[in-house]
């Protein structure tokens, strides 16, 4: 087993800054939802360095990038994989350190003139966000053949257009085969976007697994009316049933308790003014849970709640899945090589689940999979404060630097 090498932090730190100032925003954070301007300018900046680095270069029908370092043989290679779209109100660590690292291990072996004998893959997946287009992890499920590509091509975001034409606009749909075989092995790097490392003061994750996602939109009809006249028995009133909808999550995760979290973050209404009922109510509800009958239970008992309200308030419901993946695990071997890594290069490290989605979930039923996870200063993620250590960031990719050479040999 290799706890040899190690990766150069300065030019790591500096490729993170250089992509963070991107699409960067007030507050040390990042905008660059898929398939936008500034998602087009931070794909040009990954895709020149990967350049640099001498990799081969693939793009697909849905915009995912892959660079390859050739090895002796050939036949499947491993993968480092993650993405860099980011919510609107982003950090610059989420996604962005997977991929930067995968990046920043291919330069340690060039330098070092290490051949391996399987080929290794830095890529980085569209969409994994899911913000502007649901559902989320798009790229990464579109080449590991879990969704359709027509069909994805095809969503509609959450400003009206497709994920074709906005993948056309930015001049990122290639014509590499799409989906596409699986590598021998998929590593992650990713930020925990939780509080457990920080709190138990361990500096590596070997993550276990991924829980189970949910993501339904609800949208309640009622009728816009007078404010001062219409008397209260007699509204049809959309707001009501949005925060009445979004009051019965929070009662939800607490009924089902265990690992349930749930969370409406999105809520529009129409037409959102002062003095006019609220003729509709558009949201969102995240349901997610490591137990698939858990989270199975939260959804149906949600559902029932919107139609019930909806009956009582005479209004209509209409609902539509935006999101919904099972739980899942990643691999034994694997789990267990991030941890061995971790404690031969001196690190602290703990098994735990993750609970946010990730690129690495499409691979996890297809070929062995393992995520390692750093530190989010104080647990905190999608959010322009996100922060790690520099420590950690270093760490992270030290244990993914020696471990993807053992793997590829
Ligand atoms: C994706 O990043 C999610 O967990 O929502
Ligand atoms: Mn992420
Ligand atoms: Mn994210």
């Known amino acids: 087993m290799r706890h040899d090498l190690r990766i150069n932090l300065e030019r790591l730190s500096a490729k993170l800054d ?4 991107i699409g960067a925003i007030e507050g040390g954070g990042v905008s660059r939802l898929a398939f936008t301007e500034a998602d087009r300018a931070g794909r040009d900046q990954v895709v020149e360095w990967m350049r640099m680095l001498g990799l081969s270069i693939e793009i697909d029908a849905i915009g995912n990038v892959v660079a390859t370092r050739a090895g002796r043989s050939a036949g499947p290679g491993i993968m480092i994989g993650s993405h860099i779209d980011t ?7 989420d996604g962005n350190l997977g991929v930067l690292a995968g990046l920043e291990v291919v330069e340690r072996l060039n330098e070092e003139g290490i051949e391996t004998d399987r080929s290794l893959a830095v890529a980085f997946f569209s969409n994994e966000e899911g913000a502007r287009f649901a559902p989320d992890m798009m790229g990464s499920m579109v080449h590991q053949g879990h969704f359709g590509l027509e069909e994805m091509l095809q969503t509609v975001g959450i400003d009206g257009e497709t994920v074709g034409a906005a993948l056309d606009s930015i001049g990122y749909r290639g014509a590499a085969p799409c989906p596409a075989p699986s590598p021998a092995a998929y590593l992650e790097l990713h930020i925990e976007q939780g509080p457990v490392l920080e709190n138990e003061g361990i500096t590596i ?12 939109e609800l949208t309640f009809t009622g009728q816009s009316n007078h404010a001062g006249t219409t008397p209260m028995r007699l509204r049809r009133d959309a707001g009501f049933a949005a925060g009445r909808m979004t009051a019965y999550v929070r009662q939800l995760t607490e009924t089902i308790g265990g690992t349930q ?12 003014l002062v003095n006019v009922i609220a003729r509709k109510a558009t949201m969102t509800v995240d349901l997610r849970n490591t137990s698939e009958d858990d989270l199975q239970r939260a959804e149906g008992e949600m559902l029932d709640f919107a139609h019930r309200l909806a009956k009582d308030e005479h209004l209509e419901l209409t609902h539509r899945r935006l999101a ?3 739980p899942v695990e990643f691999d034994p071997g694997l789990i267990d090589a991030v941890a061995v890594h971790a404690r031969a290069l001196g690190y602290s490290v703990t098994a735990l689940p993750s609970g946010a989605g990730h690129d690495a979930q499409a691979f996890a039923p297809n070929c062995p999979t393992g995520m390692i996870f750093v530190p989010s200063a104080g647990g905190i ?4 404060a996100e922060h790690t250590e520099i420590a950690d960031i270093e760490a992270g990719a030290n ?11």
């Open 381 to 384: 993620s999608h959010n322009v």
């Open 324 to 326: 919904r993946f099972k």
């Open 261 to 272: 979290v749930g969370t409406v973050g999105s809520v529009n209404l129409e037409p959102n």
């Open 87 to 93: 919510v609107r109100t982003g950090g610059r660590y």
């Open 399 to 409: 244990v993914l630097l020696n471990l993807a050479a053992d793997l590829a040999g």
């Open 18 to 21: 250089a992509l963070g100032d």
């Open 205 to 216: 994750g070997a993550v276990t697994g991924v829980q189970g996602i949910s993501w339904t």
